[in-house]
């Protein structure tokens, strides 16, 4: 009867050793790159979810409870307006904005007498992560489709185009994911 002599064994040792860091690496690599495609998927939804939202309070934008006009801030990234965004019949003020790589909305409930919207009462809440912009997120147009610079954007706003970019890590591909909308604001007059 033939046995395996030491170097026999040391190589065989030697194959099964790189056979099984192969088959490791693998499912390692493997795993990674699905954590982070699930990763951009989940934050592509997320702000997909958000900007439907958004669009949608947007799009329902009135006076406030204490007689502001409907839109209050119109930033690059950053608006303010007024919307019954709960259904209670009380609008409330609604800010969405851009901070440290987050898209979030603020919401001030009206309250006191007389009415006001006090600034420390606002409610914040992330609504997605990993925005990449450098351009605007807001962009602001009048009502014959001429995009409007800063100081007329808040009597001469009728439409707007919210264009967010999600990445997770602009460092590795896939690249950006850019979400875009349009909205235009019902309850704004043709004259003001």
């Not at 790159?33 to 951009?40: P, S, V």
């Not at 409930?109 to 409610?123: R, T, V």
């Not at 409007?148 to 264009?163: I, Q």
Request: glycine residues 6%; negative net charge; charged residues 25%.
């Amino acid at each position: 009867m033939k046995s395996f002599t030491l170097i026999e064994t040391l190589v065989v040792i030697a194959i099964f050793s790189l056979v099984i860091g192969a088959i490791f690496g693998s499912v390692t690599a493997l795993y990674t790159i699905h954590d982070y495609t699930f990763q951009q998927s989940s934050a592509v939804d997320e702000a997909r979810r958000g900007v439907e939202t958004m669009v949608r309070e947007i799009r329902e934008a009135k006076p406030g409870d204490d007689g502001s006009y409907i839109l209050k801030t119109a930033e690059d990234f950053q608006i303010v307006f007024y919307s019954d965004i709960d259904k209670d019949s009380n609008t409330e003020m609604v800010r969405y904005f851009v901070e440290e790589n987050n898209l979030k909305k603020g919401v001030t409930d009206s309250g006191g007498w007389p009415i006001e919207y006090a600034p420390e009462n606002e409610n914040v809440s992330i609504l997605s992560n990993y925005i990449r912009n450098s351009p605007p997120i807001f962009r602001y147009f009048d009502g014959q489709g001429i995009e409007l610079p800063s100081p007329s954007r808040l009597k001469d706003t009728k439409l707007m185009k919210v264009f967010l970019v999600v990445n997770v890590d602009p460092s590795r591909p896939p690249k950006d994911y850019i979400l875009e909308s349009t909205v235009q604001i019902r309850n704004l007059k043709e004259n003001l």
